[in-house]
T-cell receptor, first 113, second 111 residues
Framework: EAQVTQNPRYLITVTGKKLTVTCSQN?????MSWYRQDPGLGLRQIYY???????DKGDVPEGYKVSRKEKRNFPLILESPSPNQTSLYFC????????????FGPGTRLTVL | GNSVTQMEGPVTLSEEAFLTINCTYT??????LFWYVQYPGEGLQLLLK?????DKGSNKGFEATYRKETTSFHLEKGSVQVSDSAVYFC??????????FGRGTSLIVHP
């Protein structure tokens, strides 16, 4: 089954404790991206990757890092989480950017205390 | 910059009612336009898209027409069902890798 998986689905952590949210896709897609969803703000792109070892900033990259060492994986790293990073995070993949159909993961709800 | 404006929700309808969710945009260049749907507890799914002016996207009884003259891409459905209850996002992409999403419109359909 074609899918994008994220782990964990739910995470409660404390300020400053480094965390990683994993994202994996099994569709051999070159393009992957991370979004955060906040009430009243819709989805905002954090980072995207056009291919292995190629990543770039989206609209709201501050406080986040990503890596793309393998085509299928695109982890999101919060080196020192802060409460304003409490949000719902989605990973997405596609053959290209939004003009190609994007497949979204189920989301990771992160709470930073 | 690019922007997408959607009508505020929630939109509350009875089953079999007609649905319109308004979406207008501003963009530099010629955007592609999308509607995504998010069911409770799930990620977004592409509902329909249109890549040039006057194109009509359609899927699952939903339709939207790319209107360049009014910079709009309103979502319509003739007869909604309870299972259509979800959050709907209008989005655009214009030749860059950073898409622009609207804030989302929640639809609640009562039996």
């Amino acid at each position: 089954e074609a899918q994008v998986t994220q782990n964990p689905r739910y995470l409660i952590t404390v300020t400053g404790k480094k965390l990683t949210v994993t994202c994996s896709q099994n569709m051999n897609h070159e393009y992957m991206s991370w979004y955060r969803q906040d009430p009243g703000l819709g989805l905002r792109q954090i980072y995207y990757s056009m291919n292995v070892e190629v990543t770039d900033k989206g609209d709201v990259p501050e406080g986040y890092k990503v890596s793309r060492k393998e085509k299928r994986n695109f982890p999101l790293i919060l080196e020192s989480p802060s409460p304003n990073q409490t949000s719902l995070y989605f990973c997405a993949s596609g053959r290209g950017p939004l003009t190609d159909t994007q497949y979204f993961g189920p989301g990771t709800r992160l709470t930073v205390l | 910059g690019n922007s997408v404006t959607q009508m505020e929700g929630p939109v509350t309808l009875s089953e079999e009612a007609f649905l319109t969710i308004n979406c207008t945009y501003t963009a530099t260049g010629y955007p592609s336009l999308f509607w995504y749907v998010q069911y409770p507890g799930e990620g977004l799914q592409l509902l329909l898209k249109a890549t040039k002016a006057d194109d009509k996207g359609s899927n699952k009884g939903f339709e939207a027409t790319y209107r360049k003259e009014t910079t709009s891409f309103h979502l319509e459905k003739g007869s909604v069902q309870v299972s259509d209850s979800a959050v709907y996002f209008c989005a655009l992409s214009v030749g860059s890798y950073i898409p622009t999403f609207g804030r989302g419109t929640s639809l609640i359909v009562h039996p």
